[in-house]
Protein backbone atom coordinates (compact mmCIF):
# COMPACT_ATOMS: atom_id res chain seq x y z
CA UNK A 1 0.00 0.00 0.00
CA UNK A 2 1.35 3.21 -0.82
CA UNK A 3 1.60 5.75 1.51
CA UNK A 4 -0.48 8.20 -0.17
CA UNK A 5 -3.37 5.84 0.95
CA UNK A 6 -1.94 4.83 4.18
CA UNK A 7 -2.02 8.41 5.70
CA UNK A 8 -5.70 8.83 4.39
CA UNK A 9 -6.66 5.33 6.00
CA UNK A 10 -5.31 6.93 9.30
CA UNK A 11 -7.42 10.23 8.88
CA UNK A 12 -10.65 8.13 8.02
CA UNK A 13 -9.67 5.81 11.45
CA UNK A 14 -9.23 9.54 13.44
CA UNK A 15 -12.57 10.49 12.18
CA UNK A 16 -14.47 7.59 12.66
CA UNK A 17 -13.14 7.60 16.03
CA UNK A 18 -14.34 10.95 16.47
CA UNK A 19 -17.68 10.52 15.97
CA UNK A 20 -18.41 7.10 17.46
CA UNK A 21 -17.45 9.26 20.74
CA UNK A 22 -20.85 11.38 18.78
CA UNK A 23 -22.77 8.25 18.77
CA UNK A 24 -22.02 6.80 22.11
CA UNK A 25 -22.81 10.32 23.92
CA UNK A 26 -26.05 10.37 22.16
CA UNK A 27 -27.14 6.45 23.20
CA UNK A 28 -25.80 6.58 26.71
CA UNK A 29 -28.33 9.27 26.70
CA UNK A 30 -31.06 8.49 24.81
CA UNK A 31 -34.05 8.92 26.27
CA UNK A 32 -32.83 12.17 26.91
CA UNK A 33 -31.29 13.09 23.69
CA UNK A 34 -34.56 11.77 21.83
CA UNK A 35 -36.00 15.42 22.60
CA UNK A 36 -33.34 16.95 20.56
CA UNK A 37 -33.69 16.89 17.37
CA UNK A 38 -30.08 18.22 16.70
CA UNK A 39 -28.62 15.57 18.51
CA UNK A 40 -30.69 13.02 17.24
CA UNK A 41 -29.25 14.47 13.65
CA UNK A 42 -25.60 14.18 14.80
CA UNK A 43 -25.95 10.51 15.59
CA UNK A 44 -27.46 10.02 12.04
CA UNK A 45 -24.69 12.35 10.57
CA UNK A 46 -21.92 10.71 12.36
CA UNK A 47 -23.40 7.41 11.26
CA UNK A 48 -23.31 8.52 7.60
CA UNK A 49 -19.77 10.17 7.41
CA UNK A 50 -18.41 6.35 8.52
CA UNK A 51 -20.27 4.92 5.96
CA UNK A 52 -19.32 7.40 3.40
CA UNK A 53 -15.72 7.31 4.35
CA UNK A 54 -15.33 3.69 4.40
CA UNK A 55 -17.39 3.48 0.96
CA UNK A 56 -14.47 5.70 -0.73
CA UNK A 57 -11.61 3.15 1.14
CA UNK A 58 -13.07 0.08 0.47
CA UNK A 59 -14.18 -1.13 3.99
CA UNK A 60 -17.67 -2.63 3.28
CA UNK A 61 -17.88 -4.28 6.62
CA UNK A 62 -17.93 -1.00 8.06
CA UNK A 63 -19.85 0.10 5.18
CA UNK A 64 -22.85 -1.97 5.95
CA UNK A 65 -22.70 -1.90 9.98
CA UNK A 66 -22.64 2.14 9.84
CA UNK A 67 -25.50 1.84 7.48
CA UNK A 68 -27.45 -0.15 9.22
CA UNK A 69 -27.24 2.04 12.05
CA UNK A 70 -28.04 5.15 9.88
CA UNK A 71 -30.81 3.65 8.94
CA UNK A 72 -32.50 3.22 12.58
CA UNK A 73 -31.36 6.66 13.51
CA UNK A 74 -33.29 7.83 10.26
CA UNK A 75 -36.13 6.59 12.19
CA UNK A 76 -35.40 8.55 15.44
CA UNK A 77 -34.38 11.50 13.62
CA UNK A 78 -38.27 11.54 11.24
CA UNK A 79 -40.32 9.71 14.01
CA UNK A 80 -39.25 10.07 17.33
CA UNK A 81 -40.78 7.31 19.57
CA UNK A 82 -40.82 6.44 23.56
CA UNK A 83 -37.14 5.31 24.56
CA UNK A 84 -37.16 2.38 26.48
CA UNK A 85 -34.38 -0.43 28.10
CA UNK A 86 -34.93 -2.95 24.53
CA UNK A 87 -34.58 -0.23 22.55
CA UNK A 88 -31.15 1.08 24.42
CA UNK A 89 -29.69 -1.99 24.52
CA UNK A 90 -30.48 -3.27 20.77
CA UNK A 91 -28.95 0.35 19.73
CA UNK A 92 -25.46 -0.12 21.59
CA UNK A 93 -25.27 -3.83 20.49
CA UNK A 94 -25.25 -2.22 16.98
CA UNK A 95 -22.94 0.77 18.22
CA UNK A 96 -20.84 -1.90 19.35
CA UNK A 97 -20.53 -3.93 16.53
CA UNK A 98 -19.40 -1.04 14.22
CA UNK A 99 -16.90 0.32 17.25
CA UNK A 100 -15.20 -3.45 16.72
CA UNK A 101 -14.17 -3.01 13.33
CA UNK A 102 -13.58 -0.03 13.01
CA UNK A 103 -11.14 -0.77 16.24
CA UNK A 104 -9.97 -3.90 14.51
CA UNK A 105 -8.90 -1.62 11.70
CA UNK A 106 -6.92 1.09 13.77
CA UNK A 107 -5.24 -1.81 15.67
CA UNK A 108 -4.42 -3.44 12.57
CA UNK A 109 -0.47 -3.19 11.78
CA UNK A 110 -1.32 -3.18 7.45
CA UNK A 111 -4.45 -1.35 8.03
CA UNK A 112 -6.29 -3.82 7.01
CA UNK A 113 -9.49 -5.63 7.94
CA UNK A 114 -9.15 -9.34 8.79
CA UNK A 115 -12.09 -11.18 6.50
CA UNK A 116 -12.48 -13.36 9.63
CA UNK A 117 -13.13 -10.95 12.38
CA UNK A 118 -14.98 -8.43 9.67
CA UNK A 119 -16.99 -12.19 9.18
CA UNK A 120 -17.76 -12.73 12.57
CA UNK A 121 -18.84 -8.99 13.64
CA UNK A 122 -21.15 -9.14 10.28
CA UNK A 123 -22.86 -12.26 11.30
CA UNK A 124 -22.91 -11.92 15.15
CA UNK A 125 -24.46 -8.17 14.30
CA UNK A 126 -27.17 -9.18 12.09
CA UNK A 127 -29.60 -10.71 14.32
CA UNK A 128 -29.45 -7.68 16.33
CA UNK A 129 -29.70 -4.94 13.39
CA UNK A 130 -33.13 -7.13 12.07
CA UNK A 131 -34.05 -7.13 15.73
CA UNK A 132 -33.63 -3.28 16.20
CA UNK A 133 -35.30 -2.26 12.83
CA UNK A 134 -38.54 -4.48 13.44
CA UNK A 135 -38.88 -2.92 16.95
CA UNK A 136 -38.68 0.41 15.63
CA UNK A 137 -41.31 -0.23 13.17
CA UNK A 138 -43.26 -2.25 15.99
CA UNK A 139 -43.29 0.75 17.92
CA UNK A 140 -43.84 3.58 15.35
CA UNK A 141 -47.26 1.26 14.81
CA UNK A 142 -48.06 1.07 18.15
CA UNK A 143 -46.88 4.79 18.34
CA UNK A 144 -49.36 7.24 16.17
CA UNK A 145 -48.23 10.85 17.10
CA UNK A 146 -45.24 12.15 14.51
CA UNK A 147 -43.39 14.59 15.46
CA UNK A 148 -42.69 17.39 12.30
CA UNK A 149 -39.96 16.12 10.19
CA UNK A 150 -36.32 17.66 10.43
CA UNK A 151 -35.31 19.09 6.58
CA UNK A 152 -33.21 16.30 5.04
CA UNK A 153 -29.28 16.42 4.53
CA UNK A 154 -28.89 18.18 1.38
CA UNK A 155 -29.08 21.52 -0.38
CA UNK A 156 -32.08 23.72 -0.62
CA UNK A 157 -34.20 22.72 -3.84
CA UNK A 158 -33.54 24.80 -6.83
CA UNK A 159 -36.21 26.14 -9.43
CA UNK A 160 -34.93 25.62 -13.12
CA UNK A 161 -36.66 27.59 -15.68
CA UNK A 162 -38.09 25.47 -18.46
CA UNK A 163 -39.62 27.47 -21.21
CA UNK A 164 -42.26 30.19 -19.61
CA UNK A 165 -42.84 26.72 -16.93
CA UNK A 166 -41.03 27.11 -13.73
CA UNK A 167 -40.00 23.15 -12.23
CA UNK A 168 -38.37 22.01 -9.10
CA UNK A 169 -34.77 20.63 -9.96
CA UNK A 170 -34.18 17.43 -7.79
CA UNK A 171 -32.10 18.65 -4.24
CA UNK A 172 -28.30 17.87 -4.55
CA UNK A 173 -26.56 15.30 -2.65
CA UNK A 174 -23.52 17.18 -1.00
CA UNK A 175 -22.10 14.01 1.12
CA UNK A 176 -22.74 11.99 -2.42
CA UNK A 177 -21.46 14.17 -4.23
CA UNK A 178 -18.37 15.15 -2.55
CA UNK A 179 -17.65 11.40 -1.57
CA UNK A 180 -18.18 10.74 -5.71
CA UNK A 181 -15.94 13.85 -6.13
CA UNK A 182 -13.04 12.67 -3.50
CA UNK A 183 -13.07 8.81 -5.27
CA UNK A 184 -12.37 10.61 -8.19
CA UNK A 185 -9.31 12.64 -7.15
CA UNK A 186 -7.75 10.08 -4.89
CA UNK A 187 -7.54 7.50 -8.37
CA UNK A 188 -5.69 10.49 -9.96
CA UNK A 189 -3.61 10.76 -7.29
CA UNK A 190 -2.50 7.29 -6.85
CA UNK A 191 -1.47 7.96 -10.81
CA UNK A 192 1.36 9.59 -9.81
CA UNK A 193 2.43 13.39 -11.06
CA UNK A 194 1.87 15.23 -14.07
CA UNK A 195 0.57 18.52 -15.71
CA UNK A 196 -1.60 16.65 -17.52
CA UNK A 197 -2.65 15.14 -14.12
CA UNK A 198 -2.70 18.20 -11.79
CA UNK A 199 -4.56 20.03 -14.16
CA UNK A 200 -7.12 17.53 -13.95
CA UNK A 201 -7.35 17.41 -10.37
CA UNK A 202 -7.77 20.77 -10.19
CA UNK A 203 -10.71 21.01 -12.26
CA UNK A 204 -12.27 18.12 -10.17
CA UNK A 205 -11.82 20.01 -7.47
CA UNK A 206 -13.02 23.26 -8.53
CA UNK A 207 -16.04 21.43 -9.45
CA UNK A 208 -17.09 21.32 -5.93
CA UNK A 209 -17.54 25.31 -6.08
CA UNK A 210 -21.21 24.66 -7.61
CA UNK A 211 -22.53 22.63 -4.55
CA UNK A 212 -23.07 25.76 -2.50
CA UNK A 213 -22.48 29.57 -4.26
CA UNK A 214 -23.71 31.07 -1.63
CA UNK A 215 -21.23 29.52 1.24
CA UNK A 216 -18.90 31.54 1.46
CA UNK A 217 -16.53 29.25 3.49
CA UNK A 218 -17.34 26.28 1.34
CA UNK A 219 -15.99 28.24 -1.58
CA UNK A 220 -12.91 29.87 0.33
CA UNK A 221 -11.81 26.43 1.40
CA UNK A 222 -12.15 24.85 -2.22
CA UNK A 223 -10.35 27.66 -3.57
CA UNK A 224 -8.10 26.97 -1.00
CA UNK A 225 -7.52 23.43 -1.87
CA UNK A 226 -7.43 23.86 -5.95
CA UNK A 227 -5.09 26.33 -4.91
CA UNK A 228 -2.81 23.94 -3.28
CA UNK A 229 -3.34 21.36 -5.79
CA UNK A 230 -1.84 23.98 -8.34
CA UNK A 231 1.13 24.86 -6.48
CA UNK A 232 3.97 22.18 -7.85
CA UNK A 233 5.94 22.65 -4.74
CA UNK A 234 3.50 20.05 -3.11
CA UNK A 235 3.97 16.73 -3.76
CA UNK A 236 0.69 14.33 -4.17
CA UNK A 237 2.22 12.34 -1.16
CA UNK A 238 1.96 15.50 0.34
CA UNK A 239 -1.30 17.21 -0.82
CA UNK A 240 -3.38 14.01 -1.44
CA UNK A 241 -4.33 13.49 2.61
CA UNK A 242 -4.68 17.22 3.07
CA UNK A 243 -6.79 18.02 0.84
CA UNK A 244 -9.03 15.22 0.91
CA UNK A 245 -9.25 14.93 4.17
CA UNK A 246 -10.26 18.90 4.64
CA UNK A 247 -12.64 18.14 1.90
CA UNK A 248 -14.42 15.70 3.31
CA UNK A 249 -14.91 17.41 6.70
CA UNK A 250 -16.25 20.51 4.51
CA UNK A 251 -18.44 18.44 3.02
CA UNK A 252 -20.37 16.68 6.14
CA UNK A 253 -20.50 20.34 7.70
CA UNK A 254 -22.30 21.98 4.46
CA UNK A 255 -24.69 19.59 3.77
CA UNK A 256 -25.33 19.79 7.49
CA UNK A 257 -26.13 23.75 6.77
CA UNK A 258 -23.08 24.80 9.06
CA UNK A 259 -21.22 27.11 6.26
CA UNK A 260 -20.16 29.23 9.24
CA UNK A 261 -18.04 26.10 10.95
CA UNK A 262 -15.83 25.12 7.99
CA UNK A 263 -12.59 26.86 8.75
CA UNK A 264 -9.16 26.10 7.03
CA UNK A 265 -6.54 24.38 8.25
CA UNK A 266 -2.93 26.19 8.92
CA UNK A 267 -1.65 23.18 6.95
CA UNK A 268 -3.80 23.76 4.38
CA UNK A 269 -3.16 27.88 4.16
CA UNK A 270 0.89 26.85 4.13
CA UNK A 271 0.13 24.73 0.94
CA UNK A 272 -2.22 26.87 -0.77
CA UNK A 273 0.12 30.12 -0.07
CA UNK A 274 2.17 30.87 -3.29
CA UNK A 275 6.00 30.38 -3.02
CA UNK A 276 8.14 33.04 -2.38
CA UNK A 277 10.95 33.80 -4.85
CA UNK A 278 14.15 32.79 -3.51
CA UNK A 279 16.65 36.05 -4.18
CA UNK A 280 19.62 35.29 -5.75
CA UNK A 281 22.75 35.64 -3.40
CA UNK A 282 25.33 37.79 -4.31
CA UNK A 283 28.76 37.54 -2.60
CA UNK A 284 31.37 40.57 -2.65
CA UNK A 285 35.03 39.60 -3.16
CA UNK A 286 37.06 42.06 -2.15
CA UNK A 287 40.12 42.26 -5.02
CA UNK A 288 43.78 43.06 -3.77
CA UNK A 289 46.00 44.25 -6.87
CA UNK A 290 50.06 43.84 -6.03
CA UNK A 291 52.62 44.40 -8.24
CA UNK A 292 54.96 41.71 -9.13
CA UNK A 293 58.39 42.77 -10.16
CA UNK A 294 60.64 41.41 -12.94
CA UNK A 295 63.40 40.35 -10.16
CA UNK A 296 62.02 36.73 -9.68
CA UNK A 297 63.63 37.41 -5.91
CA UNK A 298 61.94 40.36 -4.85
CA UNK A 299 58.38 38.49 -6.81
CA UNK A 300 58.90 35.93 -4.56
CA UNK A 301 59.28 38.83 -1.62
CA UNK A 302 56.14 40.64 -2.95
CA UNK A 303 53.68 37.46 -3.25
CA UNK A 304 54.89 36.20 0.41
CA UNK A 305 53.93 39.71 1.85
CA UNK A 306 50.39 39.88 0.64
CA UNK A 307 49.34 35.61 0.27
CA UNK A 308 49.10 33.43 2.88
CA UNK A 309 50.93 30.07 3.38
CA UNK A 310 47.78 28.27 1.62
CA UNK A 311 47.37 30.70 -1.07
CA UNK A 312 51.45 30.31 -2.26
CA UNK A 313 50.92 26.60 -1.66
CA UNK A 314 48.02 26.85 -4.17
CA UNK A 315 49.46 29.39 -6.87
CA UNK A 316 52.86 26.89 -6.98
CA UNK A 317 50.59 23.58 -7.40
CA UNK A 318 48.33 25.90 -10.12
CA UNK A 319 51.87 27.08 -11.56
CA UNK A 320 53.38 23.69 -11.80
CA UNK A 321 50.02 22.71 -13.92
CA UNK A 322 50.34 24.98 -16.47
CA UNK A 323 53.90 24.74 -17.08
CA UNK A 324 53.08 21.16 -17.26
CA UNK A 325 50.29 21.59 -19.63
CA UNK A 326 52.35 23.66 -21.53
CA UNK A 327 55.61 21.35 -22.25
CA UNK A 328 53.19 18.75 -23.19
Same mark, same amino acid.
Request: glycine share 4%.
Given at each position: *?????????????????? #?? =?T? =????????? &?????????? *????? #??? @???????????????? #???????????? !?????????????? @?????????????????????????????????????????????????T????????A???????????????V *??????? &??????????????? @???E?????????????????L????N??????????????????T???V????I????????????????????????????????? &???????????Q?????????????????????? &?T?????? !??????K??
Open positions: *MDDNKQQIIHYFIEEAQE #HL =EV =EQGLLDLAE &VISDAERVNE *MFRAA #HSI @KGGAAMLGFEGIQATA #HKLEDCFKILRD !HPVPIDRRLETLFL @KGYDALKALVDELASSPTTNLRPEVVDEVLSGSAANFVALQEYLEEMLNHTHDTTKEPVVAATRDVAIGATA *MAPPINI &VATVMTTLQQMLVLF @KQGSLANRQQLIGIAQSLSTAVDANWQTLVTATTQAIANEHNYNAAPLVRELKLAGDLLAANRDRDITISANLQQAAAPVAP &VAPITATVQMTITIPVDVRVAAQAILQNFSRQQ &VELVVLL !HRVISSQN
